[in-house]
């Protein structure tokens, strides 16, 4: 039991570079989530979705795409990236009602 | 749409004494909330729930919670803080009116346990 896989786990990029952050989850959830953790402001979202299909902005959208490819995979997409979006990023998966389950997390740097 | 506050940033207390952790939430009127710990350099894990069954949530390593409604608060406690107890905090609220269930995240609290 896998649970929700992410990689990259560590990414070093450079300014304007584009990078493909992967999610999947075996456990047949609907809803994915992207979420970036920064320090003294918790998990902000990112973007969601809430089916196969489907995706939506949350918090902090800007700089960033998505794809849900199928029910299984969520990627999260930098198109040029700054060091703003220096961050440590999750995925997460889950439905209402019963517990978040995350990936363990990238860590981003972009110089 | 639903929002969350922990009251403090940091929280420091000795090793033997009691921890308390202060989330106060807004929501509609059924929200799910949760207590999630991160340890350094790890990933986030659940610590306990609240899904409207009893008010008073146990939780793993002796933590546990309380909901109160009037007060709009779900307090994180343990009677005796160990060692291993230093991690930062996220009390987490979830709209079950929501009908996907985003997950709003407290900024979090950095608990640090002194000998």
């Known amino acids: 039991n896998a649970g929700v896989t992410q990689t990259p786990k560590f990414q070093v990029l450079k300014t304007g570079q584009s990078m493909t952050l992967q999610c999947a989850q075996d456990?047949?959830?609907?809803?994915m989530y992207w979420y970036r953790q920064d320090p003294g402001m918790g998990l902000r979202l990112i973007y969601y979705?809430?089916?196969?299909?489907?995706?939506d902005k949350g918090e902090v959208p800007n700089g960033y795409n998505v794809s849900r490819l199928n029910k299984r995979e969520f990627s999260l997409r930098l198109e040029s990236a700054a060091p703003s979006q220096t961050s440590v990023y999750f995925c997460?998966?889950?439905?209402?009602?019963?517990?978040?389950?995350f990936g363990q997390g990238t860590r981003l740097t972009v110089v | 749409a639903q929002s969350v506050t922990q009251l403090d940033s940091h929280v420091s207390v000795s090793e033997g004494t009691p921890v308390l952790l202060r989330c106060n939430y807004s929501?509609?009127?059924?929200?799910?909330l949760f207590w999630y710990v991160q340890h350094p350099n790890k990933g986030l894990q659940l610590l306990l729930k609240?899904?409207?069954?009893?008010?008073l949530v146990k939780g793993i390593n002796g933590f546990e919670a309380e909901f109160k409604k009037s007060e709009t608060s779900f307090h994180l406690t343990k009677p005796s803080a160990h060692m291993s107890d230093a991690a930062e905090y996220f009390c987490?609220?979830?709209?079950?009116?929501?009908?996907?269930?985003?997950?709003?995240f407290g900024a979090g609290t950095q608990v640090v346990v002194t000998p």
């Open positions: 609240y899904t409207s069954a009893a008010t």
């Open positions: 979705s809430a089916s196969e299909g489907t995706t």
């Open positions: 997460l998966t889950g439905h209402l009602n019963t517990e978040a389950f």
């Open positions: 456990m047949n959830h609907n809803s």
């Open positions: 929501s509609s009127y059924s929200p799910s």
């Open positions: 987490v609220v979830s709209d079950r009116a929501d009908s996907w269930g985003k997950l709003q």
